[in-house]
């Protein structure tokens, strides 16, 4: 698994269980799982595969989602351990605003797929541009429902 340097990354935000960085110079970023005292190394490392997983699966059926690149591992000196997460792509985008009708979109776009995200709200849905067109990135693969 490839190891990442602490001081390659850049803070950008925090979720309920995981911590999110850009790689400096980078276009990728890192979603690392929050280590707790209730969760074990080999849990961390569990949560990171799947999220892998899933993400290779929904970026290769949609464009909606950032593409993964590999499993890697810090050490993180704030919680004096080491834990897992994923390099993708990052999304320099913004939140979406608090209109439900963000999430019905993402939702209907991703059931066309096959793909359910069980984990659906603005947190999750970003907003970037195209061509000067609006297009939204969907983040947060960490459990989702695919049908065959
Ligand atoms: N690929 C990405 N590009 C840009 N920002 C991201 C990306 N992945 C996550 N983030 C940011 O990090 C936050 C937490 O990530 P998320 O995957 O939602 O973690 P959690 O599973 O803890 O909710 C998101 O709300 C978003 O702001
Ligand atoms: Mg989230």
């Not at 190394?41 to 909606?64: F, H, Q, S, W």
Request: glycine letters at 4%; charged letters at 30%.
């Amino acid at each position: 698994m490839k190891t990442i340097w602490f001081d390659q990354l850049e803070y950008v935000a925090i979720g309920a269980t995981a911590l999110y960085y850009k790689i400096k110079n980078e276009l990728i970023g890192f979603k690392c799982i929050i280590p707790t005292r209730w969760r074990c190394d080999l849990e961390c490392m569990k949560a990171a595969e799947r999220e892998y997983a899933n993400l290779v699966e929904v970026a290769k059926r949609t464009k909606m989602t950032p593409r993964p690149y590999e499993l890697a591992k810090v050490f993180h000196p704030e919680f004096e351990r080491w834990t897992y997460g994923v390099i993708m792509e990052h999304i320099d985008g913004s939140r979406v605003d608090n209109d439900r009708k963000h999430i019905y979109i993402v939702k209907r776009a991703l059931k066309r797929f096959g793909i359910e995200h069980t984990d659906l709200h603005r947190g999750n849905i970003l907003i970037t541009r195209h061509n000067g067109k609006k297009r939204y990135r969907v983040i947060d693969f960490t459990s989702v429902d695919l049908d065959e």
